[in-house]
């Protein structure tokens, strides 16, 4: 049946392996891994996602090996350790049953953390020193030794990723955790190399997609996900121009970046005043790279059951593929309450979508 969603279910190339469509499901942190170990009903999860339709899953974020990687609690899932990493074996397995494609994201919080998180008194750590009003640590600031240690164990993941199966590797570089601290003058106030300009600021991450690009083969993917907006302030900005931005991600290309996962609140808004352009066309203008677009589809308000076909999210998407503004768009919470969100678009069975509910983040539905 055609419907005037098919430019969303054209095939795609992501390295070496082909995807059947190009809707994407989002990373999306659910804490359903008792011990940060992902059981069967972790591998269940994506295995629907992947049989409801999606082209390709971009897991939760996972845990790099280092002790302050967890803002939260020790039901986040690990990417590190043999009991992890045969969850993870299982979920890969699952979703290439299904006929989908899997990469994990690759994730440290940094000075999001807080002592006690995740049951251990470690303070978070990020590119300076926080503390609290009555003067307790919160955050340290990371040696340059113990910088290099993070590096490699995002790259030493990355082999991970690629010897369990995985079809690429997605690195965190958004929303305010570690690599975003290191990015952003606001946090990132050193001056020893990691610290200062744009250039200086974007070392660490730079650092970390070389160790990651050179722990895989050539052809697999590695992506890299960044946003303006930061947990806690959407107004916040990385960058406050084009320039900018080509400054921000030609070196970025450079170190190996293959795909850009470009996360916004609404992926269909102008990235800077004097432009129509999105964050995601602006980033596909500079670079020429794959992007993937995510921020707000198929969230629209409406009333009574599913989704109208001229839904504004809807209707976004569709006008975004013809101007090519992005290659690939990802769903978050539309996929966290119905599974089967991708099989019923592609099919035009827009009203049988259920809508999504917060309730829907206290299951693994």
Known sequence: MSTAFDALFRPAPFGPATLRNRLVMAPMTREFSPGGIPGGDVA???????????????????????????????????????????????????????????????????????????????????????????????????????????????????????????????????????????????????????????????????????????????????????????????????????DGLARLLAPLVDAGVDVFHVSTRHFWKPAFAGSPRTLAAWTRHLTGKPVIAVGGLGLDAVDGPGLPADAPSLRHMVEGFVRGDFDFIAAGRALLADAEWGNKLRRGRLNRIRRFDAKHLDTLD
């Open 44 to 242: 269940d999860y994506y295995r629907r996602r992947a049989a409801g339709g999606v082209g390709l899953i971009v897991t939760e974020g996972t845990l790099i090996d280092h002790p302050a990687a967890n803002a939260y609690s020790d039901r986040v899932p690990r990417f590190h350790g043999a009991d992890a990493l045969a969850g993870w074996q299982a979920v890969v397995d699952a979703v290439h049953e299904a006929g989908g494609h899997v990469i994990p994201q690759i994730w440290h919080t940094g000075a999001v953390r807080v002592p006690g998180a995740s049951g251990s008194p470690e303070p978070g750590c990020g590119p300076v020193e926080i503390r609290d009003a009555d003067g307790t640590l919160r955050c340290r600031a990371l040696p340059r030794a113990e910088i290099g240690a993070i590096v490699r164990a995002y790259g030493e993941a990355a082999a991970q990723a690629e010897r369990l199966g995985f079809d690429g590797v997605e690195i965190h570089g958004a929303h305010g955790y570690l690599i975003d601290q290191f990015m952003r003058a606001a946090s990132n106030t050193r001056r020893d190399g990691y610290g200062g300009s744009l250039e200086e600021r974007l070392r660490f991450a730079l650092e970390v997609v070389n160790a990651v690009r050179g722990a895989v083969a050539p052809s697999f993917p590695v992506v890299f996900r960044f946003s303006q907006w930061k947990s806690g302030d959407y107004a916040a900005r990385l960058v406050d121009d084009p």
